[in-house]
């Protein structure tokens, strides 16, 4: 069975950094896409970058400048660093992995790590 385990959320000051990874314990063939979304308090869950199996990385534009997706191919880990920190940040970060077979896709979600920004 095929988990993906996010960690390294925290409560921190605004400006402040935090580098979020994601763990995968069992195997997803044909992976199309990693990434990260992220769900504020009384809001949708929304994307918030990705990165390809080519190494194509795309962000929210709110976070670009800030945010780095990158992946560690041999660990099999997924990083997300974030830098100067706001609060409008603030949420649970969960790890996504889409992977394609055949035509069809599916979605593979980590069960999130809380990220608390504070002024």
């Known amino acids: 069975q095929v988990q993906l385990v996010e960690s390294g959320g925290g409560s921190v000051q605004t400006g402040e950094s935090l580098r979020l990874s994601c763990s995968t314990s069992g195997t997803i063939r044909n992976i199309k896409s990693r990434g990260f979304f992220r769900q504020a308090p009384g809001k949708e869950r929304e994307w918030v970058a990705t990165i390809t199996t080519c190494g194509s990385a ?46 069809v896709e599916d979605d593979y979600w980590g069960r999130g790590t809380q990220v608390t920004v504070s002024s």
């Open 58 to 103: 795309n962000y929210l534009g709110y976070v670009k400048v800030r945010f780095t997706v990158w992946s560690d191919n041999a660990k099999d880990i997924l990083y997300l660093q974030m830098a100067e920190l706001k609060p409008e940040d603030t949420g649970v970060y969960y790890c996504h992995i889409c992977n394609t077979y055949l035509g």
